[in-house]
């Protein structure tokens, strides 16, 4: 198997006499070579403390749940099994230990189905049939019924651990197709069996931290789709029920949408249409590595070019808000990476990580509110291994993040190489910064140095980030026997694994004298936290 390597400003391999110099910022070693080249590179990380460029929810993490039944399939597999929300298994005891690891974790009710979707409940639905696959149907699968008796077991399962709830609603009841468009779906939403369902929802006491109007109808839609003004209209109505269902604002949930792929006029429509202090998630949904099925998957999560492509997206819908909805907030409502529900031989595994924290950070630092992964179970790209619940590598690397990153979001940039990523956050619950930093290189030992640079300051002046503190807190996040396509994560050179009692292991860091550099090995994650760190941006 060939070698990637990053590229050296000048490097040297002396074999015999020879002396080699690399260009390429990736370069292919065959294995005939049998060279171990291994790297260091000193690197100075600048974090500017004065003030923050973004702030996102205190609880940005956040993992979706969907409908899908066990017989959807992709590419000649089916990876749901029994994770959908009307089949999962509720007393798992895995799965709630995951979700109240979290204390609270986040979790968007919705997906490709929530369209399909009836709600058993009042008189507005007199046939509620189970989901049925049937070609020609919206996704292949007839519409399907929600019983009650489910949502009891659900809201069962949320209150015990303390999740906070997003629901997304079925946005196409009333409507039908357009002529000559069979994508365009024209009318007005019939909000009778929402309606409903909110009211058993509020009589019942469920906490829901905000409903949300359809899924992947915005812009050119998936499957469906419908015009900005007419959505505009429509989660008006949304909102008024809302209102109506929750007269106490201060139990009142959030109203999100639309729900979709980012495109800039239609949402600019969207945010006009339903004017201020209506929308109050502005949510778009983001696939960017292409189809679970592609073999480049691997080397796309691994290149940092290539990730940086989505980033005009993400600045782009925050500035949306910023000029057509400032009191809302930009969501990234789904985000799987890799659609048709991952790879299978790569969104469970360590390498995912690379893509996804990026992702975390990149849309933490355009002022994303949240970020939804998808899935926490289901699929090839959940954060729970679909049939044992066994956390994978990504739901170490979010609780981290959750844990650790705290809402102020504060510029940071360095010297090094491009296969370095680093992010810096305000700490979260206690004084100074955490840094996560994402090392793509399979050869190189990043040594970084963290300069607090004061940026309001004459003359842009830094110092060393360790004036006050002699150790800092870091967290190592490496595969398993250097395989980066492995399951198991390992934090701080022990496997993280569950306790015998099912329960999410201790997550304890290593202490580091804080006037050493962080030496960020080659594929590894690293989360630091460095209490000393005199930031004002985080004295608020």
């Known amino acids: 198997m060939a070698q990637l390597v990053p590229k050296m400003i000048l490097f040297c391999v002396f074999l015999s006499s020879f002396c080699l110099a690399f260009a390429d910022d990736r370069v292919k070693l065959n294995s005939e070579s049998a060279i171990n080249i291994a790297f260091a590179q000193d690197v100075k990380l600048n974090v500017e403390s004065v003030t923050n460029i973004a702030k996102t929810d205190d609880n940005f993490i956040c993992a979706t749940l969907d409908w899908w039944p066990s017989d959807k399939c992709d590419y000649g597999q089916c990876p749901w099994g029994q994770a959908g929300l009307l089949n999962l298994d509720l007393d ?32 507005s639905i007199k046939k509620c049939p189970h989901f049925k696959k049937r070609d020609g149907e919206l996704f292949g699968f007839t519409r399907g019924c929600f019983h009650m ?40 939403w019939n909000s009778k069996n929402a309606h409903n369902f909110m009211q058993y929802t509020a009589s019942k006491g469920y906490k829901i931290d905000s409903y949300e109007l359809g899924n992947e109808l915005c812009g050119s839609g998936v499957s469906r789709r419908v015009e900005a003004d007419q959505y505009g209209k429509d989660v008006i109505e949304l909102k008024r029920i809302v209102q109506d269902v929750y007269p106490d604002p201060s139990t009142r949930p959030k109203v999100l949408g639309p729900g979709g792929f980012y495109d800039e006029q239609w949402f600019k429509t969207f945010l006009q249409t339903t004017g201020p202090n209506v929308v109050d998630g502005l949510t778009h949904h ?30 782009d819908a925050s500035n949306s808000v910023n000029l057509f909805g400032p009191w809302s907030g930009a969501w990234v409502g789904e985000g799987g990476g890799a659609y048709n529900s991952g790879g299978k031989d790569v969104s469970h595994t360590f390498v995912n990580g690379f893509w996804y924290l990026d992702q975390l950070g990149m849309t933490a630092t355009f002022n994303h509110k949240v970020f939804c992964r998808q899935a926490l179970i289901g699929g090839n790209y959940a954060l729970l291994n679909t049939t044992t619940f066994i956390p994978n590598p990504d739901f170490y690397g979010a609780l981290l993040w959750h844990r650790l990153m705290g809402k102020n979001v504060l510029g940071t940039s360095h010297d090094g190489s491009p296969y370095l990523r680093a992010y810096t956050h305000c700490s979260k619950n206690s004084n100074g910064i955490t840094t996560m930093l994402i090392n793509m290189s399979n050869s190189t030992t990043f040594e970084v140095s963290v300069m607090n640079d004061m940026n309001l300051h004459p003359n842009g002046r830094k110092s060393k980030g360790d004036e006050n503190n002699t150790q800092r807190e870091e967290y190592h996040l490496t595969p398993q026997d250097g395989n980066i396509q492995s399951d198991v994560v390992l934090l701080n050179g022990t496997p993280l694994t569950l306790t015998t009692s099912s329960d999410i292991p201790d997550m304890k860091p290593q202490l580091v004298d804080n006037g050493s550099p962080i030496a960020v090995g080659p594929d590894s994650i690293v989360f630091a936290t460095i209490k000393g760190f005199n930031a004002p941006a985080c004295s608020n």
Do not use: C, H
């Open 92 to 123: 798992n005891k895995i799965l709630a230990n995951a979700i109240r690891a979290f204390n609270p974790l986040r979790i968007r009710l919705g997906g490709s189905l929530q369209d399909q979707v009836l709600y058993k409940v009042g008189d």
């Open 149 to 188: 008796d489910r949502w009891d077991q659900l809201n069962k399962l949320f209150n015990d651990t303390g999740a906070k709830i997003t629901f997304g609603l079925n946005a196409l009841i009333g409507r039908k197709r357009a002529e000559g468009d069979d994508m365009l779906m024209v009318g007005d």
């Open 286 to 315: 983001t696939y960017n590595l292409g189809a679970g099925v592609d073999s480049n998957l691997i080397n796309k999560v691994q290149d940092p070019y290539f990730l940086d492509q989505v980033a005009q997206t993400y600045k």
